[in-house]
């Protein structure tokens, strides 16, 4: 049962994440905020995925961008 409800999970994740792209032809579009000091590692993953990939900055956009907070050890209790 608990397998189960682990695959219904991941099922309605990744459903709910294509749920939020837009289909243009035969591609899917969509954003995600990365944050500018992991820039470089999303670069590398999208040069080795196995279908044509690419990644475009968006710089005038009207959406409000997430805040974030890196947190130490210390800090990351609070």
């Keep these: 049962m608990y397998v189960y409800k682990m695959f219904l999970?991941?099922?309605k994740a990744?459903?709910?994440?294509?749920?939020?792209?837009?289909?243009s032809?035969?591609?899917?579009?969509?954003?995600?905020?990365?944050?500018?000091?992991?820039?470089q590692g999303v670069y590398d993953i999208a040069s080795n995925a196995p279908q044509a990939c690419q990644i475009s900055e968006v710089k005038d956009t009207l959406i409000v961008p997430p805040t974030m907070f890196r947190t130490t050890e210390f800090s990351a209790l609070w």
Excluded: D, V
């Excluded at 990744?14 to 289909?23: A, Q, V």
């Excluded at 032809?25 to 820039?39: K, M, V």
């Design 9 to 11: 999970a991941k099922e």
């Design 14 to 23: 990744l459903y709910k994440t294509l749920n939020m792209m837009r289909l």
């Design 25 to 39: 032809n035969q591609t899917l579009i969509g954003y995600f905020w990365a944050p500018t000091f992991e820039s």
